[in-house]
Every structure is written in C-alpha cells, then in structure tokens.
C-alpha cells in the first residue's frame, strides 16, 4: 500500500520525491523513487492486479484532495 500511495502521489502532485516521502513515513526520496519504479513494473508485469489497485487510489486520493479544497474533509 505505502509503495502505490507514493506512485499515486508522484503522478497526480507537483510534490518533490523529498516532500512525498516525508508525508508517507518519513522515508527517502529514493524509497519515492523504488516505489515508483516497482509499481510501475508491475503495473507491467501484472495489469490485471494493480491497474484497478493504482486507479482506485487514484480516484480516492483525488477526492480527498477536492474535499481538502472545500473545507469538508473527514
């Protein structure tokens, strides 16, 4: 999940690898870049598993965001 979280964060914020990896468990802006790249493959290697997984992240994340922006976040 926290490897997804940060390819979802990499491809829909303007945040730097440092600012992301921060957010998610204060790690290193190479672990952003590893789990980029490992989802990636395996967004590859297995589309049937994680297409759906990384779309529904997406969209969960980029509501939050919306509702973030409105004030009405829970």
Known sequence: PR?????????ITGASL???GH?????DHS????????????LVS???TWVKTVETVT??????AQQRAMGTAS
């Open 46 to 48: 297995d589309p049937g």
């Open 31 to 42: 672990t952003v870049m590893h789990a980029d790249s490992a989802i990636r493959a395996r």
């Open 59 to 64: 969209e969960r994340a980029q509501e939050l």
């Open 23 to 27: 957010h998610i468990g204060n790690r």
């Open 18 to 20: 440092p600012k992301i």
């Open 3 to 11: 490897q997804v979280a940060m390819h979802v964060a990499r491809n």
